[in-house]
């Protein structure tokens, strides 16, 4: 990267300009924006921010109590990959035991924090010889459950629950659906079962008069977003065949690093240039990772999305966006390209060409895949330094509890009117319905042009798809998401229900109404009770998309949910043809 090295020097000097020198795997090219980062790290040094985050002072962040609690309660991320790498033998051990009882399948079954570090795992390390094959069930969506009941065999299936509270519903659910499928197949299920979760946790006990097999106690001072090399990473690291030590040992010299002065600290550094550069306007945090790190973005979004989008403001991750030209974007983006070893030509290229457009970029290369660890853990320190810079509370997420609330609030109601409030249509034709509120035309082209029309200068389109993840759903959203950005500048944003309401949720809610807003939903093809509740997973489902649309319209939010009917891809196909088409005739 000796272009983009040379970039940040010419363009910032002072203290950048030595981060630059100094840290070969971590470059910037800012431009205009080198001043401000220039003058955060120059205030940072004189407020002794990076001795204040090792030192724990809740202070830094915030001065009212209930702030400083949760702050207090939220740092032991700083340490734990060093605490985890005591253990990290009597993980391989206990993966070794798993090993040979004859478990074919490893199956995280969580929400979030618990979850989306395991699913970067899967993804970016896939299948080790030998070992159990590693499966994320993070969504409600029964047809998606249904798949995990295809691919399985349930009397060979390790099922790791995860859930920091033990009281989060759909981990919950997850638990009492698939102990009593193994039921079926033994009279000691329990085997079958390991919980990951706090002490004192309603999941402890539950484990303990279940017959668990093995019990892991987390540490309690970590939030979830925070967790990734806690036991809710490295227990599924261990359990697919990692070597735990070896990543958590290439993890330690980043932390080491974290530790030192702004000038030679990659964390300040990458913090400084997300939030001076979110705070003069470019507040669009596009994650370019290659093909071998693509799964990062989905875990860096929950992060950054929860930990800044509040108070009217946030920093909005955008993950997944083909890498376009520079007149593809506005003027609100700042780019960080993550790669291992050097990107590719055709990605170097582009980004020059963003560079030489004004727009800053940021450099990361990882010399291997087993540093994942360092990147984490990278992040984690940058979003703390950030939320200091912008001044919120990066370790709360005050409204994802909304959501929550008007699920149960549903869910009750279905108790007991045995169905979930009703919804009336604003427009619907032979394949699309639409719902919402302040819109008033009389057909979907017209609806969804109205709501196309709200759009802004320095927006985003959130596609809120509560449907099943899939290679094919997903192409389709890839398309319709290049088509909104072609033809509205904006920058766009995908999210998977109910796993989006544990991340980018808080942002939509909590964050600054620069949002635009497109739920997508469709009927399930089958569904399954959950056991012990009066409800199924389908109306579970259900319930959490009504709730999150409710908790939009309760912020002022600008939302219109778009059932798909029956065949999702040819609904998808529509919605991408009627707003394509209602663009080119304004």
């Known amino acids: 990267m000796k272009d983009a090295g040379s970039e940040a020097k010419r363009d910032t000097g002072g203290a950048v300009q030595r981060d630059a020198q100094a840290l070969s795997d971590l470059t910037v090219a800012l431009g205009s924006y080198s001043g401000p980062v220039k003058e955060t790290l120059t205030e940072a040094e004189a407020s002794h921010v990076i001795e204040r985050i090792w030192n724990k002072d809740a202070s830094l962040w915030k001065n009212d109590e209930p702030h400083q609690k949760i702050i207090a309660n939220s740092l ?53 010889k030998d070992f159990p094959e590693l499966l994320v069930l993070d969504s409600t969506d029964p047809d998606a459950i249904n798949n995990f009941k295809q691919k399985i065999d349930v009397s060979h299936c390790l099922f790791v629950i995860a859930s920091k509270s033990g009281t989060t519903t759909e981990p919950i659910a997850f638990h009492r659906y698939w102990y009593n499928e193994v039921a079926q197949t033994t009279k000691t299920p329990g085997d079958a079962f390991v919980t990951i979760t706090d002490p004192g946790s309603q999941m402890v006990e539950t484990a303990k008069a279940e017959g668990f097999r093995r019990i892991f106690l987390n540490q309690a001072d970590i939030g979830g977003r925070y967790s990734a090399l806690s ?74 999305a929860e930990s800044t989008g509040k108070e009217g403001q946030g920093i909005v991750p955008v993950v997944g966006e083909s890498l376009g030209p520079p007149s593809s974007y506005g003027n609100d983006r700042v780019f960080v390209s993550i790669s291992v070893g050097e990107p590719g030509a055709e990605s170097i290229a582009t980004l020059k060409a963003l560079e030489g457009a004004g727009h800053p970029v940021v450099y990361r290369t990882l010399g291997d895949l087993y540093d994942l660890g360092a990147e ?12 200091w810079r912008v001044g919120i509370d990066p370790f709360d997420q005050p409204n994802v509890q909304e959501s929550k609330d008007a699920t149960k609030s549903l869910l009750a109601g279905f108790e007991r009117n045995g169905k979930l409030a009703d919804q009336s249509p604003l427009a619907s034709d032979d394949r699309l319905t639409i719902y919402g509120s302040s819109l008033n035309g ?145």
């Open 76 to 128: 032991g991320w700083l340490t734990v990959a060093g605490e985890m790498a005591l253990v990290a033998g009597d993980l391989s051990a206990f993966a070794g035991a798993i090993k040979a009882a004859d478990f074919k399948q490893v199956m995280v079954c969580g929400m979030g924090g618990s979850s989306l570090c395991p699913e970067v795992l899967r993804q970016t390390f896939g299948a080790q």
């Open 376 to 387: 984490f853990f990278l992040w984690e320190f940058a979003t703390a330094f950030a939320g």
């Open 231 to 304: 036991y809710f990473g490295m227990v599924p690291a261990a359990l697919m065949g990692l070597d735990v030590a070896r990543l958590l040992s290439q993890t330690q010299p980043l932390v080491e690093r974290c530790r030192a002065a702004v000038n030679t600290n990659p964390g300040a550094l990458l913090g400084s240039v997300i939030a001076s550069c979110a705070l003069a306007g470019r507040d669009k945090l596009t994650i370019v990772a290659d093909e071998s790190l693509s799964a990062l973005g989905l875990w860096v979004e929950q992060l950054i």
């Open 442 to 586: 009389h057909t979907v082209a017209e609806v969804l042009n109205q709501h196309r029309r709200r759009l802004q200068p320095g927006d985003y389109v959130a596609l809120l798809a509560y449907i099943e993840e899939t290679g094919e759903t997903e192409g389709a959203l890839k398309d319709l998401r290049e088509m909104v950005r072609k033809v509205t500048g904006c920058a766009t944003t995908v999210g998977y229900g109910p796993r989006f309401l544990h991340s980018t949720g808080q942002l939509h809610k909590g964050g600054p109404d620069t949002g635009v807003f497109i739920q997508i939903t469709a009927p399930d093809k089958i569904d399954f009770a959950v056991p012990g509740a009066p409800y199924s997973f389908s109306v579970l489902k259900d319930a959490q998309a009504l709730g999150d649309f409710e908790s939009l319209m309760k912020h002022g939010r600008r939302a219109v949910r778009v059932d798909l009917g029956d065949d999702v891809l040819r609904g998808l196909a529509k919605l991408q043809e009627v707003l394509s088409g209602g663009t080119e005739k304004d």
